[in-house]
C-alpha cells in the first residue's frame, strides 16, 4: 500500500529549549510586578511622586502592552515570529538599561511603560504560537512544568532584588537587573520555527481518506479532546497556520482552543474608515453580551490584582516592615502561585471543570480574602494570607485564555483575545491613576485596597448574575419543551 510523509508537531526535542527560552522574559516580566515598589518606592519617595505616580505607570505599562499585542498578530504575517519576540527581548533590555539613569517620573514611565511594555506585548503572544505550534499531546503537562519554572523565578525574585539593593544600593541593583533582563534576547532567539523541528510520520492513503471524511466533534468535544496532529504543508508559513491560536497576553496558561456554536452578524459593509476599524478589531464581538460581560469583568478582575500586589510592598513599609521582611512575603505569595500552578494543571487531568468557573471562584474567594487581609498585621499572619491570595490568583491568571476560548469559535479567539488585550490595557490606563490618586489625597491604604476589591466585585458578581440567568433559562426552556 501507498506510503505518504505527514508532517507534525515534534511534542519534544527542541520544543523543550522553547520552554527554557519562554520562561527567562516571563520571569523578568511577572517577578517585576510586585517586586516595582520594592525597586522604585524610595526613589519616588525622594522625588516627592507618591502612589498616583505608581498606579500611573503601572497602568501605562498596560496600554502599551495591549497595543502591541493587538498589533502582533498583523506582524506575525510580515515577519517572522522568532523576529518579532527578538525585536521584543532586545525593547526590554533597553528599557532596563534606560531605569538606570531615570531622574524623574516621566523618564521612568518611558523606559517601564512604554519600551517595556511593547517589548511585553511582543514577547507573550510570541512565546505562546510558537509553543502551541512545537507541543499538541503534550500540550498541557509541559505547560505545567514550563510554569513551574516560571514560578520559581517569579518567587526569587523579589528575594534576589532585595539582596542586590542591599549590596549595591538602588542605581547598582538596576544595573544587575538589566544583565538579567538580557536574557530575554537569549530567550527568544531559541524559539526557532518549528518547520525546523518537525517530524516526519508515514500513513497510508486510507489514513489520509479518514481524516478528510471523519466528522466534526460537537463544541463540548472539542472543549476536551486536545488536537493530536499538525499538518504542514512545506510552503505554509508558520503565521498563516497558526493564526487562529495565537494568544495575545496570554501571561500564565496553556491554550486550549475550543469550538462553540455561538454566531455573530456583522456590522453592515460599508466603505468607511469605520467599517475598516471594525474589521480590523472585530468590533462585532460587542454585540454579545455574554463576550461584554466577560471581557469587561477580566479586566476590572486582572488590573484589582496588579495593582493590589505593586501595592502591597508599600503598605507593607507603611506598617514598618523592614525591606527583608516584605519581599520574604512577596516571595512566600510567589512560591503559593507556583504550587497553586502545578495543582491546577494536575487537577485539571482528572477532574474536568469549565474555566469559567475556576475564574470566578478564583475570584469571588479572592474577594473575600482581601477583607481578611487588611485585619492582619504581624508577620506570620500576613504571610498566610498573602500565601492564600497567591494561590488564588493563579486561578484566574491561568484560565483567562481558556474562558475566551471556551465561548468563542475558533476562528474569532485570536480576534476576541486581542480585543480583550486592548480594552483590558485601556481600562488600566484609565482607572489606575484615579485609584492613585484617592490614596495620595486620603493616605488611606485600607479605603485604596476597598476599592481595588470593589473592581474585583465588578468581575465576580456580574459573572454569577449572568450564570444564575442563563441556568434558569435552560431550565425554564427544558420545562416548556417537556410540556410541549
Not at 336 to 352: G, H, K, L, Q
Not at 432 to 453: E, M, S, W
Not at 457 to 475: G, H, T
Request: with cysteine; charged share 15%; proline share 4%.
Amino acid at each position: 500500500m501507498k506510503k505518504n510523509i505527514k508532517l507534525e508537531a515534534p511534542d519534544g526535542g527542541w520544543g523543550y529549549l522553547v520552554c527554557i527560552g519562554m520562561s527567562m522574559p516571563f520571569t523578568c516580566i511577572l517577578g517585576n510586578f510586585p517586586s516595582f515598589g520594592l525597586i522604585f518606592g524610595d526613589f519616588l519617595k525622594s522625588i516627592g511622586a507618591e502612589t498616583s505616580a505608581i498606579a500611573f505607570i503601572t497602568s501605562a505599562f498596560f496600554c502599551s502592552l495591549s497595543f502591541a499585542g493587538l498589533f502582533a498578530n498583523n506582524l506575525f504575517k510580515r515577519f517572522s515570529i522568532r523576529t518579532v519576540g527578538i525585536v521584543g527581548g532586545v525593547l526590554y533590555f533597553m528599557g532596563s538599561v534606560m531605569q538606570i539613569y531615570v531622574k524623574s517620573t516621566v523618564q521612568l514611565t518611558v523606559a517601564y511603560s512604554l519600551f517595556q511594555g511593547i517589548a511585553a506585548g511582543l514577547i507573550i503572544p510570541s512565546c505562546y504560537t510558537i509553543f502551541n505550534s512545537y507541543f499538541v499531546k503534550k500540550r498541557v503537562f509541559v505547560m505545567s512544568l514550563t510554569q513551574t519554572l516560571i514560578g520559581i523565578g517569579t518567587m526569587l525574585y523579589p528575594v534576589i532584588v532585595q539582596k542586590l539593593i542591599d549590596w549595591y544600593g538602588f542605581r547598582g541593583c538596576l544595573l544587575v537587573l538589566a544583565a538579567i533582563n538580557s536574557h530575554a534576547i537569549l530567550g527568544m532567539i531559541l524559539l526557532q520555527p518549528v518547520e525546523w523541528h518537525m517530524k516526519k510520520v508515514e500513513v497510508n492513503d486510507e489514513e489520509i481518506e479518514e481524516d478528510r471524511t471523519e466528522p466534526l466533534m460537537s463544541a463540548e468535544e472539542r472543549r476536551q479532546e486536545p488536537q493530536d496532529t499538525l499538518n504542514v504543508q512545506p510552503n505554509e508559513s508558520l503565521a498563516t497556520r497558526m493564526g487562529s491560536i495565537v494568544s495575545l497576553g496570554n501571561w500564565n496558561g496553556p491554550i486550549a482552543l475550543s469550538g462553540a456554536s455561538v454566531e455573530f452578524q456583522p456590522f453592515p459593509n460599508k466603505p468607511t474608515l469605520w467599517q475598516a476599524i471594525v474589521d480590523f478589531l472585530d468590533l462585532s464581538l460587542l454585540k454579545d453580551p455574554i463576550y461584554l460581560n466577560i471581557v469587561l469583568g477580566m479586566s476590572f478582575c486582572l488590573y484589582s490584582d496588579m495593582a493590589f500586589f505593586t501595592l502591597q510592598p508599600l503598605y507593607l513599609f507603611e506598617l514598618k516592615y523592614t525591606k527583608t521582611e516584605t519581599a520574604n512575603i512577596i516571595a512566600i505569595g510567589a512560591a503559593a502561585d507556583m504550587i497553586s500552578r502545578v495543582v491546577i494543571a494536575v487537577s485539571a487531568i482528572f477532574v474536568p471543570v469549565s474555566s469559567r468557573f475556576i475564574y470566578v471562584a478564583g475570584a469571588f474567594f479572592t474577594f473575600i480574602a482581601r477583607f481578611a487581609f487588611l485585619e492582619v498585621f504581624d508577620f506570620t499572619r500576613m504571610a498566610i494570607i498573602t500565601a492564600i491570595l497567591g494561590f488564588l490568583r493563579t486561578w484566574f491568571h491561568v484560565t483567562m485564555s481558556l474562558v475566551v476560548a471556551e465561548h468563542l469559535p475558533m476562528k474569532r479567539f485570536a480576534s476576541g483575545y486581542g480585543l480583550f488585550m486592548f480594552l483590558q490595557g485601556n481600562i488600566m490606563f484609565l482607572i489606575g491613576p484615579i485609584v492613585g490618586y484617592v490614596r495620595d489625597r486620603t493616605q488611606d491604604y485600607a479605603l485604596t485596597f476597598h476599592c481595588l476589591n470593589f473592581f474585583m466585585a465588578l468581575c465576580v458578581f456580574p459573572w454569577i448574575m449572568e450564570m444564575i440567568y442563563v441556568k434558569c433559562r435552560k431550565q425554564n426552556k427544558s420545562a416548556d419543551h417537556d410540556l410541549n
